[in-house]
């Protein structure tokens, strides 16, 4: 059976690995065994996907990215370029923590900017939305809209990527889809 993927050439991919219809692998990639690609995918160039990680559908990896062991990613997320995961939280060369891999899970529709870190086993919530540089250190809520080293929450974000600006009720209204949003007890939730 042919694939119902596209990879570049000069992408390399191992045995035992699932790739989902209409994904794209461009120049350079590494797909790694026991990993898991969803449909629609586009996967940047010199990006490497290790072992078990798994991605949902229409996840956009920029180049230069390396998603590591423990890694998993819902539906719609965006990885920008050079970002960052990490998958031991006191790696030494000499000193072997394989078995130590730190989970991180990032949420639907999520997205990391460009050379962003996110420091393993901290979570990041649905929508949310890390600014490029950050160093993520702490899990972050869905819609939350963090910076800086280390982030820091500034706001919150829609789901179509607008920062949300919350009445006196606690009710936001995103400037491109008309979704109304409602915080409350620093909470966010889609109301409709």
């Not at 929508?127 to 939350?144: C, L, N, Q, S």
Request: glycine share 10%; proline share 3%; charged share 15%.
């Amino acid at each position: 059976m042919e694939n119902q993927y596209f990879a570049h050439s000069s992408a390399i991919i191992d045995d035992n690995c699932t790739i989902g219809e209409g994904t794209k692998i461009w120049h350079f990639s590494h797909i790694m065994s026991g990993c898991i690609i969803g449909e629609h995918c586009n996967i940047g160039q010199n990006v490497v996907i290790s072992p078990e990680v798994v991605l949902g559908k229409n996840v956009k990896i920029q180049n230069n990215v390396s998603v590591y062991t423990g890694v998993t990613c819902e539906d719609d997320v965006f990885l920008g370029p050079s970002m960052v995961f990490t998958n031991v939280t006191n790696p030494r060369s000499a000193v072997n923590r394989k078995n130590q891999y730190a989970k991180t899970h990032v949420g639907r529709g999520a997205t990391i900017g460009a050379n962003a870190t996110v420091v393993c086993g901290h979570d990041i919530g649905k929508f949310a939305f890390i600014g490029a540089g950050a160093v993520v250190t702490k899990t972050i809520p869905d819609y939350a809209l963090v910076v800086g080293n280390p982030s820091k929450q500034i706001g919150w974000m829609s789901e179509y990527g607008h920062r949300l600006i919350f009445n006196e009720n606690g009710l936001a209204t995103c400037p491109e889809s008309g979704e109304i949003y409602k915080l409350e007890n620093q909470h966010v939730t889609k109301i409709k």
